[in-house]
Nanobody, 122 residues
Framework: QVQLVESGGGLVQAGGSLRLSCVASGRFFSIVTMAWYRQAPGKQRTLVATISTANSTNYADSVKGRFTVSRDNNKNTVYLDMNILKPEDTAVYYC????????????????WGQGTQVTVSS
Protein backbone atom coordinates (compact mmCIF):
# COMPACT_ATOMS: atom_id res chain seq x y z
CA GLN A 1 0.00 0.00 0.00
CA VAL A 2 2.74 2.45 0.90
CA GLN A 3 6.17 2.58 -0.64
CA LEU A 4 9.12 4.61 0.60
CA VAL A 5 12.04 5.11 -1.76
CA GLU A 6 15.27 6.71 -0.59
CA SER A 7 17.86 8.32 -2.82
CA GLY A 8 20.91 10.53 -2.55
CA GLY A 9 23.38 8.22 -0.89
CA GLY A 10 26.93 7.82 -2.11
CA LEU A 11 30.61 8.17 -1.35
CA VAL A 12 31.86 11.46 0.08
CA GLN A 13 35.03 12.64 1.78
CA ALA A 14 35.05 13.61 5.43
CA GLY A 15 33.82 17.16 5.86
CA GLY A 16 31.58 16.91 2.83
CA SER A 17 27.81 17.01 2.47
CA LEU A 18 25.00 14.88 1.10
CA ARG A 19 21.26 15.26 0.82
CA LEU A 20 19.07 12.21 1.20
CA SER A 21 15.50 12.17 -0.07
CA CYS A 22 12.64 9.80 0.69
CA VAL A 23 9.47 9.82 -1.37
CA ALA A 24 6.28 8.19 -0.16
CA SER A 25 3.82 6.78 -2.68
CA GLY A 26 0.81 4.51 -2.74
CA ARG A 27 -2.61 4.66 -1.13
CA PHE A 28 -2.81 6.44 2.22
CA PHE A 29 -4.86 9.12 3.94
CA SER A 30 -2.05 11.13 5.54
CA ILE A 31 1.52 11.01 6.79
CA VAL A 32 2.11 11.44 10.50
CA THR A 33 5.72 11.39 11.64
CA MET A 34 8.68 10.57 9.44
CA ALA A 35 12.15 9.61 10.48
CA TRP A 36 15.61 8.65 9.35
CA TYR A 37 17.48 5.73 10.86
CA ARG A 38 20.90 4.32 10.08
CA GLN A 39 22.64 1.02 10.48
CA ALA A 40 26.39 0.63 10.36
CA PRO A 41 27.97 -2.77 9.62
CA GLY A 42 27.69 -5.05 12.62
CA LYS A 43 25.64 -2.56 14.61
CA GLN A 44 21.99 -2.08 15.44
CA ARG A 45 19.77 0.30 13.55
CA THR A 46 19.58 3.63 15.38
CA LEU A 47 17.43 6.71 15.13
CA VAL A 48 19.00 9.72 13.41
CA ALA A 49 16.21 12.28 13.18
CA THR A 50 12.44 12.63 13.31
CA ILE A 51 10.01 15.23 12.03
CA SER A 52 6.38 15.58 12.97
CA THR A 53 3.42 16.82 10.98
CA ALA A 54 3.95 20.23 12.59
CA ASN A 55 7.63 20.15 11.58
CA SER A 56 8.85 19.56 15.11
CA THR A 57 12.24 17.87 14.87
CA ASN A 58 14.47 15.72 17.05
CA TYR A 59 18.01 14.53 16.46
CA ALA A 60 20.43 11.99 17.82
CA ASP A 61 23.16 13.70 19.82
CA SER A 62 25.77 12.46 17.37
CA VAL A 63 24.30 14.46 14.47
CA LYS A 64 22.99 17.59 16.19
CA GLY A 65 24.26 20.73 14.51
CA ARG A 66 25.36 18.80 11.40
CA PHE A 67 22.18 17.15 10.06
CA THR A 68 18.85 18.77 9.26
CA VAL A 69 15.60 16.93 8.60
CA SER A 70 12.80 18.58 6.64
CA ARG A 71 9.67 17.59 4.79
CA ASP A 72 7.63 18.75 1.82
CA ASN A 73 4.07 17.63 2.42
CA ASN A 74 3.01 18.58 -1.09
CA LYS A 75 5.54 16.13 -2.49
CA ASN A 76 5.19 13.49 0.26
CA THR A 77 8.94 13.77 0.66
CA VAL A 78 11.29 13.95 3.62
CA TYR A 79 14.88 15.10 3.35
CA LEU A 80 18.02 14.69 5.40
CA ASP A 81 20.71 17.28 4.80
CA MET A 82 23.99 15.97 6.13
CA ASN A 83 26.91 18.33 6.58
CA ILE A 84 30.40 18.02 8.05
CA LEU A 85 30.21 14.29 7.45
CA LYS A 86 32.48 12.02 9.44
CA PRO A 87 33.67 8.47 8.75
CA GLU A 88 31.51 7.30 11.66
CA ASP A 89 28.45 8.48 9.73
CA THR A 90 29.03 5.62 7.29
CA ALA A 91 25.93 3.44 7.29
CA VAL A 92 22.86 2.41 5.39
CA TYR A 93 20.27 5.14 5.94
CA TYR A 94 16.62 4.14 6.14
CA CYS A 95 13.51 6.25 5.84
CA UNK A 96 10.60 5.35 8.12
CA UNK A 97 7.12 6.81 8.16
CA UNK A 98 3.89 6.44 10.12
CA UNK A 99 0.81 6.65 7.93
CA UNK A 100 -2.91 6.90 8.41
CA UNK A 101 -4.12 4.57 5.68
CA UNK A 102 -7.88 5.16 5.48
CA UNK A 103 -8.65 8.01 7.92
CA UNK A 104 -7.16 9.87 10.86
CA UNK A 105 -9.07 7.87 13.50
CA UNK A 106 -7.23 4.58 13.03
CA UNK A 107 -3.82 3.83 14.43
CA UNK A 108 -0.98 4.80 12.11
CA UNK A 109 0.97 2.06 10.34
CA UNK A 110 4.74 2.03 10.04
CA UNK A 111 6.56 1.58 6.75
CA TRP A 112 10.24 1.44 5.86
CA GLY A 113 12.26 2.17 2.79
CA GLN A 114 14.89 -0.15 1.40
CA GLY A 115 17.81 2.00 2.51
CA THR A 116 20.54 3.98 0.81
CA GLN A 117 24.26 3.58 1.46
CA VAL A 118 26.30 6.52 2.73
CA THR A 119 30.05 6.05 2.86
CA VAL A 120 32.34 8.72 4.29
CA SER A 121 36.04 8.33 3.57
CA SER A 122 38.72 9.76 5.82
Amino acid sequence: QVQLVESGGGLVQAGGSLRLSCVASGRFFSIVTMAWYRQAPGKQRTLVATISTANSTNYADSVKGRFTVSRDNNKNTVYLDMNILKPEDTAVYYCQGNFHITNSYTLPRSYWGQGTQVTVSS
